[in-house]
């Protein structure tokens, strides 16, 4: 059973950074895509952004040219790396691989 534990979420300032991680059992990271989503109280899921076994990258346009999707086979590890954060970003953010889910990490933006 693939297992996924995201970590690396908190609370920032607007404008600040903070890199999320997801970190997979097995090595199901290496050869499959990687997404996050976010969910905030009252909306729906969302899509963030993905990235292919390629390492090919896709991200919705509100976080486009603020958040970089990688990966590190080595390391079993995705990684998000969030910049230019703003208070509309805070969520609690998933990581999915195939059809597993992590448990999601916290994300507060607020000064």
């Known amino acids: 059973q693939v297992q996924l534990v995201e970590s690396g979420g908190g609370l920032v300032q607007p404008g600040g950074s903070l890199r999320l991680s997801c970190a997979a059992s097995?090595?199901?990271?290496?050869?499959?895509?990687v997404h996050w989503y976010r969910q905030s109280p009252g909306k729906q899921r969302e899509f963030v952004a993905g990235?292919?076994?390629?390492?090919?990258?896709v991200y919705a346009d509100s976080v486009k040219g603020r958040f970089t999707i990688y990966r590190d086979n080595a390391k079993r590890t995705a990684y998000l790396q969030m910049s230019s954060l703003k208070p509309e970003d805070t969520a609690a953010y998933y990581c999915?691989?195939?059809?597993?889910w992590g448990q999601g990490t916290q994300v507060t933006v607020s000064s």
């Open positions: 999915k691989v195939r059809l597993a």
């Open positions: 990235i292919t076994s390629d390492g090919d990258t």
């Open positions: 097995g090595s199901i990271i290496r050869s499959n895509g």
